[in-house]
């Protein structure tokens, strides 16, 4: 069994943001694969999903971005799952607009959803694939700018990313994480 957790705010008033990536991917993987609707459970709207022989999660934190923590462990303890069949999807200031990074590891780097994930866990080792939003301008604070809607030019550079994190998860899930990272790191520097 997987888990694929996209990080995100819930409320409408949160969809469509940039902070919001993780969640627009797995509602994406849910239609692609037909998972049918999500049930509330474990601090979290889960749907099962197969694909290629393999069984995994989607899961929706409801406990707001900076506590996503406690739902992870919630669904890590309850189905036993290992660490590194976790994939955590998420917003990432430091990439320029567009691009997706899967890693295997890491820390927080400021992202308070990904810190809480470490913090309940107990460790950095788990995979994460990041979508760049690019830094904001300098008067606006980087608070404000990732609970922002995406503007029209912005949408047209994330769909594709949004695109290729689906395919990025589903090559995670059937053929393992190096092989996602060979496919969708390129032209990136390889580590983490």
């Given at each position: 069994?997987?888990?694929?957790?996209g990080?995100g705010?819930?409320?409408?008033q949160?969809?469509?943001?940039?902070?919001?990536?993780?969640?627009?991917?797995?509602?994406?993987?849910?239609?692609?694969?037909?998972?049918?609707?999500?049930?509330?459970?474990?601090?979290?709207?889960?749907?099962?999903?197969?694909?290629?022989?393999?069984?995994?999660?989607l899961?929706?934190?409801?406990?707001?971005?900076?506590?996503?923590?406690?739902?992870?462990?919630?669904?890590?303890?309850s189905?036993q799952?290992?660490?590194?069949?976790?994939?955590?999807?998420?917003?990432?200031?430091?990439?320029?607009?567009?691009?997706?990074?899967?890693?295997?590891?890491?820390?927080?780097?400021?992202?308070?959803?990904?810190?809480?994930?470490?913090?309940?866990?107990?460790?950095?080792?788990?995979?994460?694939?990041?979508?760049?939003?690019?830094?904001?301008?300098?008067?606006?604070?980087?608070?404000?700018?990732?609970?922002?809607?995406?503007?029209?030019?912005?949408?047209?550079?994330?769909?594709?990313?949004?695109?290729?994190?689906?395919?990025?998860?589903?090559?995670?899930v059937?053929?393992?994480?190096?092989?996602?990272?060979?496919?969708?790191?390129?032209?990136?520097?390889?580590?983490?």
């Amino acid at each position: 069994m997987y888990l694929v957790v996209g990080l995100g705010n819930p409320k409408k008033q949160y969809s469509g943001t940039r902070h919001n990536l993780g969640f627009q991917v797995v509602e994406a993987l849910a239609r692609r694969l037909q998972a049918g609707s999500p049930v509330s459970r474990h601090r979290s709207l889960l749907a099962e999903a197969e694909y290629s022989g393999s069984k995994f999660l989607l899961a929706q934190p409801l406990t707001y971005m900076n506590r996503s923590g406690l739902a992870v462990k919630e669904i890590v303890r309850s189905y036993q799952l290992e660490l590194d069949r976790i994939l955590v999807i998420y917003d990432d200031l430091d990439l320029l607009p567009g691009t997706i990074r899967l890693r295997k590891k890491g820390g927080g780097a400021g992202h308070r959803g990904i810190q809480s994930i470490i913090d309940a866990l107990g460790s950095e080792e788990f995979p994460r694939l990041r979508i760049g939003i690019g830094k904001p301008p300098p008067e606006v604070e980087a608070s404000d700018y990732v609970l922002e809607p995406l503007a029209g030019e912005e949408r047209e550079v994330l769909e594709p990313a949004l695109d290729k994190a689906v395919e990025a998860v589903l090559v995670f899930v059937s053929e393992g994480l190096e092989a996602a990272m060979n496919n969708y790191n390129r032209g990136l520097s390889s580590s983490g």
